[in-house]
């Protein structure tokens, strides 16, 4: 299996790298060329594209003959980094290519999500103040995932809770909807956000899927998971 990591070097994406290699993954890393020494532990094992994530060009190279795209979404800038990411990858991944992107719990698919009061007031304020100095453009993550959604590819994107640092729980369990009981806890270990997202790769249910995903050791999951640990 050929797979393609968009935003290698980043943290979840070292993690990508890290899971995709131990499964005896062919792997392909595409990161901005100022930060391709972060990636200096798996040299050896991965080729490198260096570029920005939004370059087609770049993309097009990294992409072919690859089997799978893993592309972490960022809403970097006012360039629509996230949108232009993931418009080159639709665009220019090989047609039959399995496509996992992630994203935050703040992405709605279908408007169904109820989101905590604190959630809401942390994403309209973040998002204002990331728009006026021009760091951040969530606005923009919102419309790269709405042409994902769109999309007849073979698509999935993960939509991470609360990350932190620290040793695997183990796969995460998910649910359509920001809200369910189930994900009330909010957390998710930063490497079992990347597990998922590899483990999404051979799961043909999760294709056109949105799963909202919280580790499987929070108190909301030991709580309300089904047996099977999905939605
Ligand atoms: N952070 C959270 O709590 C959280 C919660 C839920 C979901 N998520 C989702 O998880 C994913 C990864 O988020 P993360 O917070 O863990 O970040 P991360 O993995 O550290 O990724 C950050 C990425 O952004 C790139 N980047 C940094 N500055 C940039 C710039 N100015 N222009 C272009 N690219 C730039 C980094 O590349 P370099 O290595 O080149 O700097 C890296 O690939 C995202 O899809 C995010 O929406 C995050």
Redesign the pocket.
């Known amino acids: 299996m050929k797979t393609c990591i968009i935003?290698?070097?980043?943290?979840?994406?070292?993690y990508l790298v890290g899971h995709a290699l131990e499964l005896g993954h062919e792997v392909v890393g595409v990161?901005?060329t100022?930060?391709c020494a972060?990636l200096a532990d798996f040299a050896e094992r991965i080729r490198i594209v260096p570029g920005?994530?939004n370059d087609r060009a770049v993309i097009a190279e990294a992409t072919a003959d690859c089997d799978t795209v893993l592309c972490?979404?960022?809403?970097?800038?006012r360039q629509h980094?996230a949108s232009g990411t993931a418009q080159a990858v639709l665009d220019l991944a090989p047609p039959d290519a399995r496509l996992v992107?992630?994203?935050?719990?703040h992405i709605s698919r279908d408007g169904l999500d109820v989101y905590p009061l604190g959630f809401r007031i942390l994403i309209a304020i973040f998002g204002r103040l990331a728009r006026l100095i021009r760091f951040v453009d969530i606005d923009d993550?919102v419309e790269a995932c709405r042409r994902i959604f769109a999309s007849d590819r073979r698509w999935t994107v993960v939509?991470?809770?609360?990350?932190e640092e620290g040793e695997s729980e183990g796969l995460p369990v998910w649910s359509r909807h920001v809200g369910d009981p189930i994900l009330a806890s909010n957390r998710t270990r930063?490497t079992d956000?990347a597990l998922f997202m590899v483990d999404a790769i051979g799961d043909e249910s999760l294709v056109h899927e949105a799963p909202a995903i919280v580790s499987r050791c929070s108190p909301s999951a030991r709580r309300h998971a089904p047996a099977d640990g999905g939605s």
């Open positions: 935003g290698a070097s980043g943290k979840l994406g070292r990161c901005r100022q930060s972060k920005a994530t972490v979404l960022v809403p970097w800038s980094y992107f992630s994203c935050g719990w993550q939509r991470g809770s609360d990350l930063r956000f």
